[in-house]
């Protein structure tokens, strides 16, 4: 079981930055992935980025590339998003999400919010014009 946590949200001005974490359990993840998504009411939840743990391959949504990244720290446990230049647009609540086994094709099916078994409780991020 993977109990994940995220924390790091809250009000900033168009332009501005925030970084998300997403800790997972106090312990090593030892799963193939995490991901951010995020969801705003009456829309689907949409990819922001994912990272492959065991070696930090990233994959990014086309609306955050050039100003999100996305990482881990070494120990593991800790699964990050800088977000800069931010907007509007960017206003949602968002999650973090992990995939325990490896697929085939991940650049495709990291992307998809239904391959992933676990999700935090979510922390809203608001940009104001």
């Known amino acids: 079981q993977v109990h994940l946590v995220e924390s790091g949200g809250g009000l900033v001005q168009t332009g501005g930055s925030l970084k998300l974490s997403c800790a997972s359990s106090?312990?090593?993840?030892?799963?193939?992935?995490m991901a951010w998504f995020r969801q705003t009411p009456g829309k689907e939840r949409e990819f922001v980025a994912a990272?492959?743990?065991?070696?930090?391959?990233?994959y990014y949504g086309d609306s955050v590339k050039g100003r999100f990244a996305i990482s881990r720290d070494n120990a593991k446990t800790t699964m990050f998003l800088e977000m800069n230049n931010l907007g509007p647009e960017d206003t949602a609540l968002y999650y973090c999400?992990?995939?325990?086994?490896?697929?085939?094709?991940?650049?495709?099916?990291?992307?998809?919010?239904?391959?992933?078994?676990?999700w935090g409780q979510g922390t809203q991020v608001t940009v104001s014009a």
């Open positions: 106090g312990r090593a993840f030892s799963g193939f992935a």
């Open positions: 990272i492959r743990w065991s070696d930090s391959n990233t």
């Open positions: 999400a992990a995939r325990q086994g490896r697929i085939a094709s991940p650049g495709y099916y990291l992307r998809q919010s239904d391959q992933y078994s676990y």
